[in-house]
């Protein structure tokens, strides 16, 4: 499957931005899929996920209640809604896909770049 993230940019403190994680090739409803992000000077780090059917959710602690993590199987995209964001959000977010069957965080987007000014 192939990923393509978009949404990302440059947003003030308490602002909010939506990403999109648009995905071809495969059907969409075959995969689990994450957002990741990656700030400068760190490591990548975990940040929701959700699985195939929607019906259940996962967030790092620092972005719960804040962000949502959802997806529409039939226009094959993934949505990371981002709500009262804050400088700490500042990264590269990464969409990513794992076969429902299990495994690994297989498929990788590009990454869109969200900047969150104080």
């Known amino acids: 499957v192939q990923l393509q993230a978009s949404g990302g940019g440059l947003v003030q403190a308490g602002g909010s931005l939506r990403l999109s994680c648009a995905a071809s090739g495969r059907t969409l409803s075959n995969y689990n899929m994450g957002w990741f992000r990656q700030a400068p000077g760190k490591e990548r780090e975990f940040v929701a996920a959700i699985i195939w059917s929607g019906g259940s959710t996962s967030y790092i602690d620092s972005v719960k209640g804040r962000f949502t993590i959802s997806r529409d199987n039939a226009k094959s995209t993934v949505y990371l809604q981002m709500d009262n964001l804050n400088p700490k959000d500042t990264a590269v977010y990464y969409c990513?896909?794992?076969?429902?069957?299990?495994?690994?965080?297989?498929?990788w987007g590009q990454g869109t770049l969200v900047t969150v000014s104080s």
């Open positions: 990513a896909a794992n076969d429902r069957r299990g495994g690994t965080f297989a498929s």
